[in-house]
């Protein structure tokens, strides 16, 4: 009885792939179709089918299967563009170049505590991957090499390094918030109003970023378990913390936002300064254009501003969100969001900016559904 439910389970999987295989064929031309028709299309197993192996679909599954890629690399983005992923901000050229460098005071004794625990953290990483943010002296005669030599340069390893480690850790936080506020609604059955997709919007985003920037370099197994460990660390200390004290969190999130926001602002610097060769005129990644609907010819340095203005409009909404009761306001960015000249000169809303933002947003709401009642 086992063995002959094993032999259905093998066989309703090998039709599957083959389906996968046709419909994967046809979607090139029609690339939404082909997605339904692989998440839609159930064939039961054939009931008196002889458990013989064919080696010929065996092949043939190996060789065209769109399931099995060694590398992980997903076939989504090259047949469906756009709407693989949660939503996001797609930002104009002008809103990418309107993020400002911004610093909230700390001013409550939580809020000094996590601004000292980001710089605590901050500190630490730039010990352990030996970087110093050093002043390039006036009117420098240095080369780029030699600058480097000296340690007032990252070369573009050293960039990519401190990028995919940040995007490795700032990608735990919107998901642990998501998982806490998930259960609880769970549990007190109640509503969550608005924050839990935020939250996930959030750290989807921060993967993309990872996913962008390991196109341009795959890590060291050394690199990958530093990943592992700090993953380990971080993931359980972050949750413990948010059950602790959820507004202290975002307080958090908000501090190591301005530091991604500096960060990538001091990226784009060197690159505009031609002081990253590597990177001028080098072209965005695949993903990058399709994902902030980059035009074809982007190139990297587009990709950069895009992804720092991700990390203003997180800076924004956590330092927004520890201003909140976090236990009962609704989330003021769940209708709607600022857009980057809010998001990027603004370090965050009050508690009463708010309330006006919400209240704006319903009156936009009556005024559509007015609109399309009449
Ligand atoms: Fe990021
Ligand atoms: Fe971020």
Not at 160 to 171: C, Q, V, W, Y
Not at 178 to 202: F, K, N, P, Q, V
Not at 299 to 308: F, G, S
Request: proline share 6%; hydrophobic share 40%; with cysteine.
């Amino acid at each position: 009885m086992l063995r002959t439910s094993l032999i259905h389970l093998v066989l309703a999987q090998r039709n599957a792939a083959l389906r996968i295989v046709g419909a994967s064929i046809v979607g090139a031309s029609r690339p939404r179709r082909a997605l339904m028709s692989t998440t839609s299309t159930s064939t039961p197993p054939p009931k008196s089918a002889a458990p013989s192996a064919s080696p010929g679909v065996d092949q043939l599954i190996a060789s065209t299967s769109q399931l099995k890629k060694p590398d992980a690399v997903s076939t989504v983005p090259t047949m469906v563009r756009g709407d693989w992923v949660l939503f996001h901000p797609v930002y104009t050229p002008e809103e990418m170049r309107a993020v400002q460098v911004l610093h909230k005071d700390a001013k409550t004794i939580s809020d000094k505590l996590a601004y000292g625990l980001v710089k605590f953290a901050r500190y630490g990483f730039d010990v352990v991957s030996r970087y110093k943010h050093k002043e390039i002296p006036p009117a420098s005669p240095m080369t780029v090499e030699e600058l480097r030599k000296e340690g007032y340069l990252l070369d573009e390893k050293g960039w990519l390094n401190r990028i995919l480690f940040l995007e490795t850790i700032a990608g735990v936080p919107g998901m642990v918030a998501a998982t806490l506020r998930h259960l609880t609604s769970l549990r007190l059955m109640r509503r969550d109003s608005g924050w839990i997709h935020t939250c996930l919007e959030e750290a989807e985003n921060e993967r993309m970023h990872l996913m962008t920037f390991m196109t341009l370099r795959d890590s060291s197994i050394w690199f990958r378990a530093l990943i592992l460990g700090a993953q380990g660390v971080f993931y359980n200390m972050f949750f413990l913390a948010y059950i602790i004290s959820p507004r202290a969190c975002h307080r958090f999130v908000g501090y190591l936002e301005e530091e991604a926001v500096l960060t990538y602002t001091r990226c784009i610097a060197d690159l505009e300064a031609g002081k990253i060769p590597e990177w001028t005129d080098k072209p965005a990644p695949e993903i990058a254009i399709d994902y902030w609907r980059l035009p074809a010819d982007a190139k990297l340095l587009d990709v950069i501003y895009a992804v720092r203005s991700d990390e203003s409009t997180h800076r924004f909404v956590n330092h927004s969100f520890a201003n909140l009761e976090v236990a009962t306001d609704v989330n003021p960015f769940a209708l709607r969001e600022p857009d980057m000249h809010v998001k990027g000169g603004k370090i965050a809303f009050e508690r009463s900016e708010s309330e006006n933002y919400v209240r704006e947003s319903h009156a936009i709401m009556r005024q559509k559904k007015e609109n399309s009642d009449a």
